[in-house]
């Protein structure tokens, strides 16, 4: 590799801390992962339910750092002409209709597969930056069996190969993410160039943490509150949990509604936040007040 | 870097031993992933027990349902290689000073004589269990999970008997269900009075929360001993917990079936995705006459271009005829979990479930979003007992025939599952061979070993014989390879 690893970071406590300084907190599994992803100089692949923060950690991560973040969203269909690297063929036709006389064909040949007329994609982007970024690619779970392929070079090598260019290396290790919610299971190539990442549902305590610094103004005993009951809905058996931003979410709405004690009535009121369908709240808040 | 020289030779072989022990599990742990993690714990002390593990699992392990089966393998490795995981007699000091802590904190109840834990009643430790639960006490609670296996358990070296032999001792000595009662009954007291339903139910599951964590400790303590009475080699074999993907469907616990669950949704996402591919890139058929001539005026009217007709793509469609009688009644459970799934991914999914009788239930799970519905109203409401409530499949299918056997069509690929347990009833297996003849295919999934086939009352060869395929289905990893093969 002909680059070696940054060593951003002094330890897994740092990181933490680091994080807590963002307003992103972190637990032990999450803080030591970011810390050996830069340490080993390898992608991050984290993997979860919807709304953990998978995403968010990425961004945090960039803010800490300093970084810029550079994200790619995957989709079905997405291609290398968006991930990678595109030819801008106007400008190429342009150039060879500028001066037709002049240059022989061997010249405008090289000349039109130059630096000049690469279009920059994010994946290329990111390790052609001078400097420091973090690369998210989000949802990889997204795209196509066959698309995941487009990712292995860059992932395990940090190069970009053009046919018409050659083979074009990193400048500097970039810290890569990428997130997955799971919905299906990846290549055994890309998973094993990856460190592993799961992040689940924060216990309670820290999810009332985070409700603490994430809610300005809300009291102890509601974040408490809050807390509690999110983790008691998420016990049953639902066809989707609530997620750690519909807390948030929740938290808000509730100190905008100057309630400072839930009880049963204002919990049924307001289930719509936490739970988007309606055969979840129904059962939830027969769950809750009749038991 | 420079600090991080190359790994000592002991840590070498205590991570290829953990890694081959890992893969004795049945976790696929690659040559780069092992390579991964040496480099890994170079940057990680070992002392730091956490993160030394978050660091493992992080370049081991790259399924979350694994993680369960990597943290056993990893007590169990690792248990005896670490300060703080030290057995009960050796830090039995720590433990009775935070007991008499507790006594100068309780200076009425005046017990100052007996400066130790092992003097203590079993009133007395139900007592301090109660305290310490109440109050979240995470380094009490640990300790009385020490005491309580090391009393209660009454493990002797060398026995060979299990851990859940061990757990089930000490738990039956701790009554743990009217602990919860107890522990409901002070919340109300300490709240004065009589609590909301809201606030019940929040602190009852604070409390199950709690003594959930318990019993983990209590497990662990238990591990830690048998490790230490019979080293890690022969305990490793038998703590060992299936992974998700072999757990039997028959005996699936209810975490089990949880998990279980989890991981149908993508299989029948892969079911769907992989049937559509195939009709995606499926052969060219006869020539497209109109769309030559068409596509051959932008060539002023050569045909340069031929175009084909594509195999119109059919519609799979399914029908599941499922056996919900009690010799397979966990197994039932799945199979309509996964009928459930799959009539997200098809468009055409019938369902039938008989015992002696048949009925069809594709409506339950069409007209709701909720599984645990469902089921319930397939259980409750769903015809299907006839006589006597005993699996007769040969009535079963000949009233299916009867009533359904019409819409089977050649389009259909129809799916049969139970054990062909037919409580030596006639077997009428002509209505499955004339399935055959009408369905696109036939296939039958069964529950049981191999090694039971055909054996008592089980009459799956005399069916079998008429279908596109019999295929064992005892876990995830079966039915995935079943799923490989259909598509």
Redesign the interface.
């Known amino acids: 590799m002909a680059v070696?690893p940054a060593?951003r970071f002094e330890s897994?406590q740092q990181v933490r801390e680091g994080l807590k300084s963002v307003n992103y907190l972190a637990d032990?599994?999450i803080a030591?992962?970011a810390?050996?992803a830069d340490?080993?100089g390898?992608p991050?692949?984290v993997?979860?339910p919807a709304g953990t923060g998978k995403t968010q950690l990425a961004k945090s991560i960039a803010e800490m750092t300093g970084a810029r973040l550079i994200r790619l969203q995957c989709y079905e269909g997405l291609d290398e002409s968006k991930a990678l690297y595109e030819w801008n063929y106007k400008k190429q036709l342009l150039r060879i209709q500028a001066d037709r006389t002049s240059d022989s064909w061997s010249e405008v040949h090289d000349d039109i597969f130059s630096d000049e007329f690469l279009l920059t994609r994010p994946l290329l982007e990111a390790i052609t930056a001078p400097d420091p970024v973090v690369l998210l690619i989000d949802e990889v779970d997204r795209v196509e069996v066959e698309t995941e392929a487009l990712l292995l070079e860059i992932l395990s090598d940090y190069q970009v190969s053009i046919p018409e260019l050659g083979t074009i290396e990193a400048k500097q290790i970039p810290l890569v993410f990428l997130t997955s919610n799971?919905?299906?299971?990846l290549s055994?190539a890309l998973?094993?160039r990856?460190?592993?990442?799961?992040v689940d549902y924060p216990s309670?305590e820290r999810e009332k943490e985070i409700v603490l610094t994430k809610v300005p103004g809300v009291t102890e005993h509601l974040a408490d509150?809050v807390s509690?009951?999110v983790?008691?809905i998420r016990?049953l058996?639902l066809?989707k949990s609530p997620s750690v931003s519909e807390t948030l979410d929740w938290a808000r709405t509730l100190l905008l509604l100057n309630i400072d004690t839930?009880?049963?009535q204002t919990?049924k009121e307001t289930l719509h936040i936490l739970l988007k369908?309606q055969?979840d709240i129904a059962?939830a808040a027969k769950?809750?007040?009749?038991? | 870097m420079s600090a991080a020289a190359a790994p000592q030779k002991s840590m070498l072989d205590l991570l290829n031993g953990f890694v081959a022990e890992l893969r004795n599990a049945g976790l696929p742990v690659s040559l780069t992933e092992n390579l991964d993690a040496m480099e890994a714990v170079q940057h990680i002390p070992i002392e730091d027990r956490e993160a030394f593990k978050y660091a493992l699992g992080a370049t081991l392990i790259k399924n979350n349902s694994h993680w369960r089966a990597f943290e056993t393998v990893f007590e169990v490795y690792f248990s005896l290689r670490g300060p703080e995981y030290r057995l009960a007699d050796a830090d039995a000091s720590a433990i009775d000073e935070l007991w008499r802590e507790m006594q100068e904190q309780q200076a009425e109840e005046n017990r100052g004589a007996s400066g130790s834990m092992d003097a203590l009643t079993p009133e007395e430790i139900a007592q301090m269990l109660m305290q310490a639960l109440l109050n979240a006490d995470q380094a009490m609670m640990r300790a009385l999970a020490k005491q309580s296996v090391q009393r209660f358990a009454g493990m002797e070296p060398g026995r060979p008997v299990g851990g859940t032999y061990y757990l089930y001792r000490t738990l039956r000595n701790l009554d743990l269900d009217g602990m919860l009662d107890k522990l409901m009954e002070q919340a109300a007291q300490d709240a004065g009075g009589e609590l909301t339903h809201l606030e019940e139910r929040l602190e009852r599951d604070e409390f199950e929360h709690r003594i959930d964590e318990f019993k983990k400790e209590i497990e662990a303590e238990i591990r830690r001993r048998l490790v230490a009475d019979r080293g890690v080699e022969a305990m490793a074999k038998t703590l060992r917990k299936p992974l998700p993907e072999d757990v039997e469907f028959m005996h699936a616990s209810r975490d089990e079936m949880q998990s279980l669950k989890k991981a149908l949704q993508p299989l029948t996402r892969k079911l769907a995705a992989r049937l559509a591919r195939k009709r995606k890139h499926g052969r060219k058929g006869p020539l497209d006459f109109r769309n030559t001539v068409r596509h051959s005026l932008s060539y002023g009217g050569v045909p340069a271009e031929p175009k084909f007709k594509y195999p119109r793509p059919a519609k799979p469609e399914l029908m599941v005829i499922a056996d919900i009688s009690g010799s397979v009644a966990a197994f039932a459970r799945f199979t309509l979990m996964l009928v459930y799934a799959m009539q997200g991914q098809f468009s055409k999914v019938r369902s039938f479930v008989f015992i002696d009788g048949i009925d069809e239930v594709t409506e339950f799970f069409k007209s709701t979003e909720d599984i645990q519905e469902a089921i319930h109203r397939v259980n409750t409401e769903a015809d299907v007992v006839w006589v006597d409530g005993h699996s007769d499949y040969g009535h079963a299918f000949e009233v299916f025939w009867e009533r359904y056997g019409k819409d089977v069509g050649p389009k259909t690929t129809v799916l049969l599952l139970g054990d062909a347990r037919n409580n030596y009833h006639a077997s009428q297996s002509w209505v499955v061979r004339e399935i055959r003849q009408k369905a696109r295919h036939v296939y039958w999934l069964n529950p049981e070993p191999r090694s039971y086939w055909n054996t008592g009352d089980s009459i799956v060869g005399d069916y079998g014989n008429h279908t596109d395929g019999v295929f064992e289905c005892r876990n995830l990893r079966q039915l995935e390879a079943f799923v490989e093969k259909l598509a």
Do not use: P, W
Request: hydrophobic share 35%; with cysteine.
């Open positions: 070696e060593n897994v032990e599994g030591g992962v810390f050996l340490r080993l390898k991050v692949l993997e979860g799971n919905t299906r299971e055994e998973k094993r990856c460190l592993y990442l799961h309670m509150q509690r009951i983790r008691s016990m058996d066809k839930i009880d049963e919990a369908y055969t059962k769950e809750l007040s009749v038991d």
